[in-house]
């Protein structure tokens, strides 16, 4: 999948939802729409704690994701080894944000643990307005 980066109020997103859940991590999936990540999946039986998230990826409905994002509850945005097992099975881009979970304080990694470009873009993200019906 190829990946033009990620819309700015998705950006936002996770890093408000990563600042309000202190001091756990926060955790989900992303998708993207024409090339451009646009949402953030939580699954149910998602656990977090102060020093990992579990997430259950048995309960993905069929869907592509492009990778994942998760939050540091300190500024050390490195992958750890379980993130790096973790990555391997979900998608090619995957963020981790740490504090002060500002613009500057995310990064974004491929599979393997390389750092990858991620322009943050100014697209409008349309909501879809049946989901709730």
């Known amino acids: 999948m190829e990946i033009k980066g990620i819309a700015r109020d998705t950006l936002y997103f996770i890093l408000e939802a990563s600042r309000s859940t202190l ?11 024409d090339g451009v990540i646009t949402e953030v999946i939580m699954l149910p039986g998602t656990e977090s704690s102060s020093k990992s998230a579990l997430v259950r990826l048995y309960m993905l ?7 994942s994002v998760h939050s540091h509850p300190s500024s050390n945005i490195r992958p750890s080894s379980a993130d790096l097992i973790f990555f391997s099975k979900t998608g ?16 974004c990694y491929d599979r393997t643990g390389s750092q990858r470009d991620l322009p943050v873009l100014d697209v409008d993200v349309e909501e879809d307005e049946d989901w709730f019906d």
């Open 23 to 33: 001091p756990v991590e926060f955790a989900g999936l992303l998708r993207a729409e």
């Open 92 to 107: 090619d881009y995957h963020i981790i944000a740490g504090l002060p979970f500002d613009e500057r304080s995310w990064t």
């Open 61 to 67: 409905p069929n869907m592509r994701i492009a990778g």
